[in-house]
């Protein structure tokens, strides 16, 4: 408006321009000084308000600026311990590194040593397989060998066993032997004497023979009888015959004794000629070396079969078998000798 010019044209329409200029001015100075009034209340209200608030921010700033401090702390604590954890983190990631190269090193190793295992456990069964082998053939030789010492100890027990019996069965023989030579020599004497009686009864039988033959001749030469002395009589042969040999009757009846033992004596020496030759069939098998045990299996299955078959024979005693020494065995050869004496003697 300063910069307008104002033209009037006279001074009224000028003073009255300005006059209600004026009172414009007037009243916008009033509105002015109100406003400014309301202002100023306003400004102060505003102005304790402000305060009101200045204090609480304040307050609140101080707080926070305590807070702050005290985060600074915790922040520089918790930075340091950061730091420190880092630190330690570090150190453990290189030891961790560390141990990680160290396991990866050792897990090398354990794979090359599985390698290793695994090449040994390959051998070790191969071995194990061989040895199991081995050690199956050595427990077939073991049981063989066993087997083998078994039999060895039945055949050694049994040559024992026969070697007593043997022994027991010499001196038997030997004590038959001299009751033999003792029976022969009495069978000597009584065969002597036999002989002796023999000689007696051929010469009684002949004077016997030579009165019989005179007594015939007499009666072939005498006639038909005629009277009573001279009447034949059939019995008179024999009476004459008879009456000579009243003697040689006694003779024999007293001789009749030793015959008898000479009988018994032949009997006894037959039955010792028979225990001997027994004697001698069981000790020739005894004097053999002993069979093997698969032979003695197959005699003993053989001589059970056939003795299952047909009785036993003296034969068959004789065939040198243990298990037929085993058979005579059950029964004592003082014993077997006796029923064969008994059994010769009837």
């Known amino acids: 408006m300063s910069s307008r010019i104002m033209q009037f044209n006279s001074a009224q329409e000028e003073l009255d321009y300005y006059r209600a200029h004026a009172e414009d001015l007037e009243l916008t100075l009033q509105d ?42 915790d922040a520089d604590d918790w930075k340091s311990k950061y730091t420190e954890s880092k ?25 090359k040593k599985v390698l290793e295992l695994e090449l040994d456990n390959d051998d070790l069964e191969r071995t194990e397989r061989a040895a199991t082998s081995s050690l199956t053939d050595l427990e077939m ?20 066993n026969l070697t007593e019996q043997t022994q027991r069965l010499k001196d038997e023989l030997n004590e038959v032997n001299q009751e033999l030579s003792v029976l022969r020599s009495q069978s000597a004497k009584q065969s002597e004497y036999i002989g002796e009686l023999e000689n007696k009864l051929e010469n009684v039988e002949k004077k016997n023979r030579q009165q019989s033959q005179q007594m015939q001749q007499q009666q072939n030469r005498s006639p038909t009888p005629e009277t009573a002395g001279n009447y034949y009589d059939p019995y008179s042969r024999t009476r004459s015959t008879r009456i000579p040999r009243t003697p040689t009757s006694g003779s024999l009846s007293s001789s009749s004794n030793p015959v008898k033992m000479v009988q ?21 098998p005894l004097l053999n070396p002993p069979p093997s045990y698969s032979s003695s299996n197959y005699i003993y299955n053989r001589d059970t079969h056939m003795s299952t078959s047909r009785p036993s024979s003296p034969d068959s005693m004789r065939s040198g078998s243990p298990m037929h020494f085993s058979n005579i065995k059950a029964r004592r050869p003082s014993e077997y000798m006796k029923t064969s004496m008994d059994t010769s003697e009837e």
């Open 32 to 73: 002015t000084r109100a406003a400014l009034d309301e202002f100023q209340v306003s400004s102060r209200e505003l102005e304790e308000e402000l305060e009101k608030e200045l204090q609480t921010t304040e307050k609140a700033y101080n707080d926070l600026k305590s807070r702050c401090e005290h985060f600074k702390r």
């Open 264 to 284: 018994e004596m032949v009997g006894r020496v037959r039955s010792l000629e028979a225990r001997l030759q027994s004697c001698r069939s069981l000790v020739t």
């Open 87 to 111: 630190h330690e983190q570090n150190i453990a990631m290189v030891q961790m590194q560390r141990e990680i190269d160290i396991l990866r090193a050792t897990e090398d190793s354990f794979r």
């Open 141 to 160: 030789k073991l049981n063989k060998a066993i087997e083998r010492n078994v039999i060895l100890e039945n055949e050694i027990q049994t040559k024992d």
